[in-house]
């Protein structure tokens, strides 16, 4: 048994400790936001925030992730998440979406990235692509994405 708080939520679930937290989220826990890419950390797909920072569920053991706190897109974009719901209309005004597979890695990539700026602070679009550079879009929407970073962080200011 193992216990995850998840979007602020307890849980005890049924899990071997090395199962991936992707896994327990979305197989027992049916939060299924979180997308299964690559399962080698390469693609972004699966990010989750972990303690606040932005972390692969896909290779992330369950153990690794008790006691502390998983964040996963459906708490960053459900409108509480002051940073989640600025990206979110800038993921919108910036119509970066095609396939949209990988959006909430990106997404949850970018408020990771917002978050751990100093208030304020407007990110060069090298920071950007650097901060980003882990997640893959195979639509190839980098260009829009940039865009819509640096407008969160503009309507963040």
Same mark, same amino acid.
């Given at each position: ?42 693609? %972004? $797909?699966?990010?989750?925030?972990? &303690? ?12 690794? $992730? ?14 509480? &998440?002051?940073?989640? $719901?600025?990206?979110? $209309?800038?993921?919108?005004?910036? &119509?970066?979406?095609?396939? %949209?597979?990988?959006? !909430? ?10 978050? !751990? ?16 550079? %882990?997640?893959?879009?195979?639509? %190839? ?17």
């Amino acid at each position: 048994m193992s216990s995850l708080n998840v979007n602020g939520r307890q849980y005890t679930i049924d899990a071997d400790p090395g199962t991936p937290i992707l896994w327990a989220l979305r197989d027992t826990l049916g939060m299924t936001g979180t997308k299964f890419g690559c399962g080698a950390a390469l693609c %972004g $797909a699966c990010t989750v925030h972990l &303690d606040g920072q932005a972390t692969r569920s896909c290779i992330t053991p369950v153990s690794a $992730a008790e006691g502390r706190k998983i964040t996963t897109i459906e708490a960053v974009t459900d409108g509480s &998440d002051p940073v989640g $719901a600025a990206v979110h $209309a800038a993921w919108v005004k910036h &119509d970066v979406a095609q396939c %949209g597979y990988c959006q !909430s890695g990106q997404i949850m990539s970018a408020t990771g990235f917002l978050k !751990s700026l100093p208030r304020g602070k407007q990110p060069t679009a090298a920071e950007i692509d650097s901060a980003m550079a %882990g997640n893959i879009c195979r639509c %190839g929407t980098y260009v829009r994405i940039r865009a819509a970073v640096a407008d969160a962080a503009k309507t963040l200011a």
